[in-house]
């Protein structure tokens, strides 16, 4: 079996971040990514994409500084297109599938640089075809030029709503209208979180993607409550609170939340984040988890946008090689202090960005009981409530009950929903209902992929 | 329905959806090949057979699962073009079938 110091899970900007680290300070690294490429979401085929005109700026620029210096990079151990199913806690040893095949590395240290997902936007009719997240939609936008023809909707809030917004019609989409589900008096809350100063920049940045949105033509409509999709076997029409309009693609955004599925799974310890509304791991200031084996950085960590990730991945970096002996703590502390001054820079305008985009309650708990929550099993709002008041006490009782969270997305979908239910509901906080308690494999394989392990790898 | 910038990312690779060729850029998913070629659903789903296309297109939502090269239950999200590549939709359960066992069926 192949033994490496340091497993990096993911090659975004922290997995990246991380390994370039490591293998600077002498550990032997392996990187495990399910993309064909190396750049995470947020530079997502940089590589190939990074002359498109509809994507300037940070994305080829940032971006491509990022994978250049990864590629770059000696010793590093790169697996592409391979997908970690299991992690054995006690002995260090990780399962991989590659290609096909199955097998299994040892491992000092693991380092979950997972990343984010879309907050998932139950609306009635938002699993009728047509209706994407907007991420989906930006990521057709990067693997393959793709645009969506004949009239757009972009639904919800965020900065990613905006930066879509601009690509898609740079790229030549249209006609589009943009339709913010913010609330009132948003603005005034998130003024008083400040920061605006430490994140003038990013301030900066978003403010000009408005303007450049708006010099497009895009229409935009605020304040949008009780979103609708509809349409007979495709999305036709998006309806809200006073307002009606046709469209063919609908995107749908309220934010990113923390992949924390595998971490999860191996039971590390998280708290909820409630100004941030979602899961995320209890890390220490390196991104050490509640595991000693298990350390987190990035966005599965705690939303805090590429420049942070990348500042979390190098703290844990050094710390791994700290833990190893391969570097003295004085040294430790010298080495660390750019990343943590970038961390408080990067993550200055947070605090204001969570409030300005807190997600209306409709958002989060469905009010209309025949929306469906669970895409995979088709569960709904009102099943889940009856659930609920049947005696359901949290997301892992409801899988129980309904098999909401047993198809095969394993709950990445609906878990935090039929969480949000089930507090309102019960009339208890979220904390209390719980998170999903995911189990290996962390993805679906086949017996023939399992089968194909290495027989000395079977233990 | 998606379309393609020849201008930005030329579409090089021939695919089939559903039996029906389709040139997509380098680098495309299979489900990026789906809603290129326009197709209503990529799947049908085992409750109710309700139409499906790809949601997140980064391999969470699992709406994408697909039959890729005789092989079902793949998410299409997450699996590259190759030339001659063929995508069909998968209706309802995935069918256990004789005669596929060691190729990932």
């Known amino acids: ?459 | 329905m998606f379309a393609t910038r020849p201008e930005a990312r030329p579409a090089s690779v021939e695919v089939f959806v559903e039996d029906r060729p389709v040139m997509v850029p380098e680098g495309a998913s299979a489900a990026a090949a789906v809603l290129l070629a326009g197709i209503p659903a990529i799947r049908e789903t085992p409750v109710s057979g309700a139409p499906r296309l790809p949601y997140c297109m980064m391999g969470v939502c699992f709406d994408c699962l697909a039959e890729i090269d005789g092989v079902a239950n793949r998410q299409a999200c997450m699996v590259m073009v190759t030339p001659g590549m063929r995508i069909a939709p998968q209706r309802g359960a995935r069918q256990a079938r004789p005669g596929l066992a060691g190729k990932g069926a």
Not at chain 1, 56 to 68: D, I, K, Q, S
Not at chain 1, 78 to 99: E, K
Not at chain 1, 184 to 191: F, H, N, Q, S, V
Not at chain 1, 256 to 267: C, K, M, Q, Y
């Open chain 1, 1 to 459: 079996m192949r033994r490496f110091d340091l497993a990096v899970i993911g090659a975004g900007p922290a997995g990246m971040a991380a390994a370039v680290e490591a293998a600077h300070l002498g550990l032997s690294v392996l990187v495990v990514d399910e993309q064909p490429a190396p750049g995470g979401q947020v530079f997502r085929a940089v590589e190939a994409a990074g002359g498109d005109p509809a994507l300037t700026e940070e994305f080829p620029e940032a971006g491509g500084a990022l994978v250049r210096a990864f590629r770059a990079a000696e010793d590093i151990a790169y697996w592409p297109r391979a997908t970690l199913w299991h992690v054995d806690l006690a002995g260090g040893v990780l399962s991989v599938l590659r290609d096909g095949v199955s097998e299994e590395v040892a491992a000092t240290r693991l380092l979950l640089a997972t990343g984010a997902q879309e907050r998932p936007v139950p609306v009635p009719g938002w699993t009728l075809p047509g209706v994407m997240g907007a991420g989906a939609a930006q990521i057709l936008l990067k693997t393959a030029g793709a645009v969506p023809r004949g009239p757009v909707v972009i639904a919800g809030q965020g900065p990613l709503a905006w930066l879509l917004a601009v690509q898609l019609l740079r790229a030549g989409a249209g006609p589009m209208t943009l339709l913010e589900t913010g609330g009132k008096g948003a603005l005034w809350d998130a003024l008083r979180a400040g920061g605006l100063w430490t994140g003038r920049r990013l301030l900066r940045k978003g403010l000009s993607l408005v303007r450049e949105a708006r010099r497009h033509g895009l229409r935009v409509v605020r304040r949008v409550r009780n979103l609708q999709a509809g349409g007979e076997g495709r999305v036709r029409r998006v309806r809200w609170d006073g307002g009606e309009i046709a469209c063919d693609t609908l995107l749908l955004h309220e934010g990113v939340i923390p992949s924390t599925h595998i971490g999860r799974a191996l039971g590390l310890e998280h708290r909820w984040d409630e100004a941030q509304r979602c899961w995320r791991p209890v890390l220490d200031e390196w991104g050490a988890s509640s595991h000693g084996f298990v350390a987190v950085a990035g966005d599965g960590g705690g939303i805090g946008g590429w420049e942070a990730a990348v500042a979390t991945g190098h703290l844990a970096a050094i710390d791994a090689a700290r833990r190893m002996d391969r570097l003295p703590a004085a040294e430790c502390a010298r080495r660390a202090r750019p990343y943590q001054t970038r961390l408080a820079s990067a993550l200055a305008l947070r605090p204001f960005l969570d409030r300005l985009y807190a997600p209306a309650p409709e958002m989060l708990v469905p009010p209309d009981d025949a929306t469906i929550i669970c895409r995979c099993e088709e569960v709904t709002a009102g099943q889940v409530r009856l659930a609920a008041r049947l005696g359901a006490t949290g997301p892992n009782q409801v899988k129980a009950y309904l098999r909401a969270g047993m198809g095969p997305c394993q709950g990445r979908m609906c878990g935090g929903t039929v969480a949000a239910v089930i507090a309102e509901e019960r009339g208890i906080p979220i904390a209390e209902a719980g998170a999903l308690r995911p189990r290996a494999p962390f993805k679906p394989l086949t017996v023939g992929e399992l089968a194909a392990l290495p027989p000395g790898d079977v233990a």
